[in-house]
C-alpha cells in the first residue's frame, strides 16, 4: 500500500506539471489582438511561473514520496519472544538457518529469539509433549501434511489470507494446503536423487544410467575397481529415509498416487506391488553396494565418505548437497533421476517441499512469528537461503546464482523429466508415521528380512495404529 501511496504522489506530480504546460501553450492565443510586445511579454511571464509551479510541484512530490519510502522502511514496532523449534542437522542448512535469524533479529532487533535444534528420531513425539504441557513453541519446522492430527486439532495456525502465501509456488501451496486451510510456509523444495562423482565416473569411463538394469550395471562396474559404488549411513533415521523414499517415491508411488489414504484406512500393503518392488531393489543395492559399516555410521559420515571420492555415488535427497559441498567446496559432483525403471521415459523425480515452518495456534507471540514468515518468504531472503543450503527455491520468482553444478543439474531433470509431487497427495501421520519410521529402519539394519515380511510388519503396525 506504501508503494501504491508513493507511485500515486508522483503520478499526481506529473499531471500537475502536464497540466500547467498545456496552460502555457495556449496562453499566446488567449489575447490575439495585443500588440506583439504585450503577448510577448505575457508569455515570458507565463511560462516563468510554469517553470516555478512545475519545480515546486515536483519538489513536494519528491519530498512526499521521500517521506512515504522512509515510513515504510520504518523500523518495525513488533516485540516480544519468539520461540523456534527444528531438527535440522545437515551443516549447510544449520548455516542458511543462523543467517535468516540473524538477518531477522537485525530488522526486528526488539523481538527475542530463541532457536532450539533436536533431532528428528523423536521430535514429533516432543511437539505433542510440548502442546500437552503448554509449551509447545511459536514456530514449528515441519510440513503440514505430516502433522494432520496437530491441524484437526486446532493446533496449527491456518494462514490462509496472510500476503506472504501468494509467494508460494503452485506446487508448494497445495503441499501446505489441508481442508481448504493453509498451515505452513516451505522455503525450498527437495528432490531425490542421486549425486555422483563426475571425475570417478570419467575415470571409469561410465556414463550417467538411464535404466535400473543400467545403474546395477554401474554399481558392478565400480565395485570392480575397487570403488564402494554408493555411501549410505544408516545410524539416523534420515539415512534410510533418503534411500527409501528416493527408491520409492518415484515411479513405484505413481503406480497409487492415494496409497498412504487407503492403507490408514485398512487397506494392505500387500495389494500395492510399487513398494514389493522398490523393496527388491533397495535389498539389492543395500546388500551389495554399500560401504560395509553402514549400519554403524551416520548420514554425515556417508556424505563425507562420497565428498571425499571414496564412493562414486550417493542416493541421498537435495537437501544433502549442502553438507556434500561443504565436505569438499571444489568436488567435481552431478546429479541424476534415480533409474527405477528399464524404460527411461518411465523414470520420474520425487519432488517435495523440503524446509517449511508452521506456527502455534496457541502462540502467545503471533505478531512475531507471522513476521518471520513474510521475513523468511522475501524473494532475496529465501535466495540467500537456497544459496547457502544448496537447495531449490519453493517459492515464485525466486532466482540463485550460486547454486553447485549438482544442483543444477536436478533443476534441469525436474524440469525436463517426469516428477511426482508425493507430498502434496497424502502422507502417513501419527502413529501410521512412527511404524512406517520403525519398519523402514528394521529393514535397512536387516539383511534377512524380506519385502513380504516388510509388508506384514506394515500391515500389523497399522492395524494397531487404527485401534
Not at 522398490?278 to 548420514?299: F, H, M, P, S, V
Request: glycine share 8%; with cysteine; net charge negative.
Amino acid at each position: 500500500m506504501k508503494l501504491k501511496k508513493v507511485m500515486a504522489l508522483a503520478l499526481t506530480g506529473l499531471m500537475t506539471v502536464g497540466m500547467l504546460a498545456g496552460c502555457a501553450a495556449t496562453a499566446p492565443a488567449a489575447a490575439p489582438a495585443e500588440p506583439a510586445a504585450a503577448v510577448e511579454e505575457a508569455v515570458e511571464e507565463s511560462a516563468e511561473e510554469v517553470e516555478e509551479a512545475a519545480e515546486e510541484a515536483v519538489e513536494e512530490t519528491a519530498e512526499a514520496a521521500e517521506e512515504a519510502v522512509e515510513e515504510a522502511a520504518a523500523p518495525s514496532e513488533i516485540s516480544g519472544d519468539l520461540h523456534i523449534i527444528h531438527y535440522l542437522t545437515e551443516t549447510a542448512k544449520l548455516a542458511a538457518l543462523d543467517g535468516l535469524v540473524e538477518g531477522f533479529k537485525a530488522e526486528y532487533p526488539d523481538v527475542n529469539v530463541t532457536v532450539e535444534g533436536m533431532s528428528m528420531d523423536n521430535y514429533s513425539d516432543v511437539i505433542k509433549l510440548r502442546y500437552s504441557t503448554g509449551e509447545a513453541p511459536d514456530v514449528i519446522f515441519g510440513q503440514p501434511k505430516s502433522y494432520i492430527d496437530l491441524i484437526e486439532n486446532g493446533l496449527i495456525m491456518d494462514l490462509s489470507g496472510q500476503d506472504f502465501v501468494e509467494r508460494l509456488a503452485p506446487a508448494s501451496l497445495t503441499s501446505v494446503t489441508v481442508d481448504e486451510g493453509v498451515y505452513g510456509v516451505p522455503l525450498d523444495q527437495m528432490a531425490n536423487v542421486v549425486f555422483y562423482n563426475k571425475d570417478i565416473f570419467e575415470e571409469q569411463g561410465l556414463s550417467v544410467p538411464t535404466t535400473y538394469t543400467e545403474f546395477i550395471d554401474t554399481c558392478k562396474a565400480l565395485k570392480e575397481a575397487g570403488i564402494t559404488p554408493c555411501a549410505a549411513g544408516y545410524g539416523d533415521d534420515i539415512a534410510f529415509g533418503a534411500n527409501w523414499y528416493t527408491i520409492y517415491y518415484g515411479s513405484k508411488w505413481d503406480q497409487a498416487h492415494n496409497n498412504a489414504a487407503e492403507l490408514m484406512e485398512g487397506a494392505s500393503f500387500h495389494d500395492y506391488p510399487g513398494y514389493t518392488e522398490a523393496l527388491e531393489q533397495w535389498r539389492e543395492i543395500l546388500n551389495n553396494y554399500q560401504n560395509d559399516d553402514r549400519k554403524t555410521i551416520d548420514t554425515a559420515r556417508a556424505e563425507q565418505l562420497f565428498a571425499n571420492g571414496e564412493t562414486g555415488m550417493i542416493i541421498i535427497g537435495t537437501w544433502g548437497l549442502g553438507a556434500i559441498m561443504d565436505y569438499n567446496p571444489d568436488g567435481n559432483f552431478g546429479g541424476f533421476t534415480y533409474p527405477s525403471e528399464e524404460n527411461a521415459d518411465d523414470c520420474m523425480v520425487p519432488v517435495a517441499i523440503d524446509d517449511c515452518w508452521m506456527i502455534n495456534e496457541d502462540s502467545q507471540n503471533k505478531e512475531a512469528a507471522l513476521a518471520y514468515l513474510e521475513y523468511a518468504s522475501r524473494a532475496d531472503v529465501n535466495s540467500q537461503w537456497c544459496g547457502t543450503a544448496s537447495q531449490l527455491s519453493a517459492l515464485n520468482g525466486v532466482e540463485c546464482d550460486t547454486l553447485p553444478a549438482a544442483a543444477v543439474d536436478i533443476a534441469n531433470e525436474i524440469a525436463t523429466k517426469k516428477t511426482t509431487a508425493w507430498a502434496s497427495v497424502s502422507n502417513f501421520n501419527g502413529q501410521f508415521s512412527q511404524v512406517y519410521t520403525a519398519t523402514n529402519r528394521d529393514f535397512a539394519l536387516d539383511d534377512e528380512m524380506t519385502p513380504e515380511q516388510w509388508c506384514d510388519k506394515m500391515d500389523e503396525g497399522f492395524a494397531s495404529a487404527r485401534k
